[in-house]
């Protein structure tokens, strides 16, 4: 091949960027499939199962019905949870970042709650709600809550003043209109950024709230972990990820329609 050539292959591939990114997907995925292959015929089925095991044991838990049932379970606290979370962090977010007097109110306990994860919240979620959906909603939606809290604060934070200097000159004296038609637009793509980064953070957090006995993915991984049932673990850990895939993949293409002016 001539070097003509050769620089004419070289730019139209490293120009499409779509194809390069797919391919150099496929090969990461391949490698990572082959490093676990080979470790597992290097340790026993109970400490590594192979690629193979694993599809077999997660067809298996399709089929059987475990699977299914376990995912709805988890979307029944997953779902209430992340909606609530993420209502309450953007609410009180664009509100403590437009009033000075709700950040000055709020501070105080902003600083002194947001250390506090969301397992430590366990206690509190089964003494209020006992083992139930809610319980472990409650440990999700204040996962989701401070993650939303600070995207919507910082949103409504940045948005220059200039922006509500010309609102108001053009007679716009409502803070209600102000905020519905100046603030919330202009800070949208930091507040759809934290709802996508909840979205998924709350997904891996619903492992950790259903470990306490509440029915769901979280518990049949525990289960099967402390049955050493490794395969068990990588198939719901497999299910997970496709999981989030989906989500990530709609909310990304619901964020590039509502910021598709930027």
Same mark, same amino acid.
């Given at each position: ?82 909606? #609530?979370?993420?209502? !309450? &962090?953007?609410?009180?977010?664009? *509100?403590?970042?437009?009033?000075? +007097?709700?950040?000055?109110? %709020? ?58 200097? #010309?609102?108001?000159? !053009? &007679?716009?004296?409502?803070?209600? *209109?102000?905020?519905?038609?100046? +603030?919330?637009?202009?800070? %949208? ?74």
């Amino acid at each position: 091949m001539s070097a003509e050539l050769e620089t004419e292959f070289g730019d139209r591939f490293t120009g499409d960027t779509s194809l390069r990114r797919v391919l150099l997907g496929v090969v990461g995925l391949a490698g990572f499939l082959l490093v676990w292959q080979v470790g597992s015929l290097l340790n026993p089925n109970y400490v590594l199962p192979g690629p193979i095991a694993v599809i077999e044991v997660f067809i298996a838990e399709v089929q059987s019905g475990e699977m299914v049932t376990a995912l709805g379970q988890s979307v029944r606290h997953w779902l209430p949870g992340t909606v #609530v979370g993420t209502t !309450l &962090g953007i609410a009180l977010g664009v *509100t403590t970042a437009y009033s000075s +007097v709700a950040d000055d109110l %709020a501070a105080p306990l902003v600083r002194v709650l947001r250390p506090v994860p969301p397992l430590a919240l366990i206690g509190f979620a089964i003494a209020w709600f006992e083992i139930s959906t809610a319980s472990a909603a409650f440990i999700v939606a204040a996962g989701a809550f401070w993650i939303n809290y600070y995207a919507a604060y910082g949103g409504v934070d940045a948005v220059p003043e200039a922006f509500l200097d #010309v609102s108001r000159s !053009l &007679g716009v004296t409502s803070h209600l *209109t102000l905020v519905r038609r100046v +603030v919330l637009p202009a800070a %949208a793509p930091q507040i759809i950024t934290g709802i996508r980064t909840g979205i998924g953070r709350c997904w891996m957090l619903i492992i950790a709230a259903e470990t306490f006995g509440v029915p769901g993915i979280g518990q049949r991984i525990w289960t099967a972990s402390t049955n050493i049932a490794v395969d068990v673990v990588i198939s719901y850990i497999l299910l997970m990820s496709l999981v989030y895939i989906v989500l990530d993949t709609g909310v990304e293409a619901v964020q590039r329609r509502v910021v598709a002016w930027r």
